[in-house]
């Protein structure tokens, strides 16, 4: 009786770590499949020194945890209450040794832990320089990322996709959007948090104020992130992706960037003159949409509508149709409005969305959707 109820403990308490084990398998680390998203898996300098401080310092606190757990639960089944045993245990009223040791061994290992935990801080917080440092302003929006390049000789504006050079350091200056409290406002003025865990930590985006924060990636890839703020209902619709390519494969991206269709034939493309698409997007390389991303080149990124909906024939022209049904907008009151209930019909969705990726890609690829047009 007693052998089977032993064996059914230990059954439980083997169903109990495989249950762990695969919960903990689903956080992923540096051997399983790759996300693109994993702080554990750093592609560049910045990231890989912040898991360079996070990893010892962690198994410091798993030495410890399993000491104190180890202890309590020795000192537990050691000293406890054994039948027909009736007897206090010694009554101690302080110890001074004791509580000098608790009180200076803890100490002494925080301070031992904060000299590599500041010059760390120092060493992210210096801004790099140097001719080949890429200058880059974020521009939080509601729910999306402008990137602005304010190197001279380029000047693109950009969303949801940042290209940089591999081995070069990119400077990002983070701006929050304006402070401004009047009913209608667009930004909302809330706080976002700009986030590419494997290239760097994150950086809270405040509304009115200028932050700084570099990325740096070793090899070419694609580095995925996601604002990591809430600022409301469409916050988890804020991603974004860094793409980083060689140098000369970047200096190629800019100059396609710059190059794109005449204003005024874009403009016309998405018949602007009766949806107003350009009162909030742009439709020139270097100037930035007043609310709404730049187009220019809409159909060479690999997502749009904050990087959640892959560019694609299907996806583009249910958004122009009817966008604020495919993303949550909440109380912004300037948003891509719904086109649908401004008379526009699916074939003019169709058709504009045709427009625009063959039009706003540098290599547009064929659209059999829009043979017709
Ligand atoms: Cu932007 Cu959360």
Redesign the pocket.
């Known amino acids: 009786m007693l052998e089977r109820s032993r064996r059914f403990r230990h059954r439980k308490v083997a169903v109990a770590i495989g249950l762990a084990a695969i919960t903990l398998a689903g956080c992923g680390d540096r051997t399983g499949p790759s996300n693109k998203q994993n702080a554990l898996r750093p592609a560049g300098p910045y990231a890989r020194k912040i898991l360079d401080l996070t990893e010892p310092f962690f198994w410091i606190a798993v030495v410890i945890g399993l000491g104190v757990i180890g202890a309590t639960i020795y000192v537990a089944l050691r000293f406890r209450e054994k039948p027909g045993e009736e007897r206090a245990p010694k009554q101690v009223h302080g110890n001074t040794v004791l509580e000098i040791s608790w009180t200076i061994i803890p100490a002494l290992i925080l301070a031992v832990m904060a000299v590599p935990t500041v010059a760390t801080i120092f060493s992210l917080a210096k801004k790099p320089a140097g001719p080949n440092v890429v200058h880059v302003t974020v521009s939080?929006r509601?729910?999306w990322w402008q990137f602005t390049y304010t190197d001279p000789g380029n000047g693109v504006v950009t969303a949801n996709e940042m290209h940089i050079p591999v081995g070069q350091p990119v400077s990002l200056t983070l701006e929050g959007p304006p402070l401004c409290d009047s009913p209608g406002c667009y930004n909302n003025g809330?706080?976002?948090?700009f986030w590419i865990p494997a290239l760097n930590g994150k950086k809270d985006?405040v509304p009115g104020r200028s932050q700084f924060l570099k990325l740096e990636a070793d090899k070419p890839g694609t580095y995925l992130g996601?604002?990591?703020?809430?600022?409301?209902l469409?916050?988890?619709n804020?991603r974004t992706r860094v793409i980083a390519e060689s140098p000369a494969d970047y200096q190629a991206w800019v100059q396609t960037q710059l190059k794109p269709k005449a204003q005024a034939v874009l403009e016309k493309g998405v018949d602007n003159a009766q949806w107003g698409c350009a009162t909030c997007h742009s439709f020139q390389a270097k100037t930035a949409g007043a609310v709404a991303p730049n187009l220019t080149k809409l159909a060479d990124r690999t997502a749009f509508a904050g990087d959640i909906y892959e560019t694609n024939y299907d996806n583009l022209w249910k958004w122009v149709y009817d966008a604020p049904s495919r993303k949550p907008m909440g109380n912004l009151t300037q948003h891509m409005p719904n086109f649908s209930a401004q008379g526009m019909s699916q074939d003019q969705a169709k058709k504009i969305a045709c427009f625009l990726l063959e039009n706003t890609a540098t290599n547009p690829q064929p659209q059999p959707e829009c043979s017709s047009s």
């Open positions: 939080a509601q729910w809330v706080i976002h948090s985006v996601q604002c990591a703020e809430y600022c409301g469409s916050h988890a804020m």
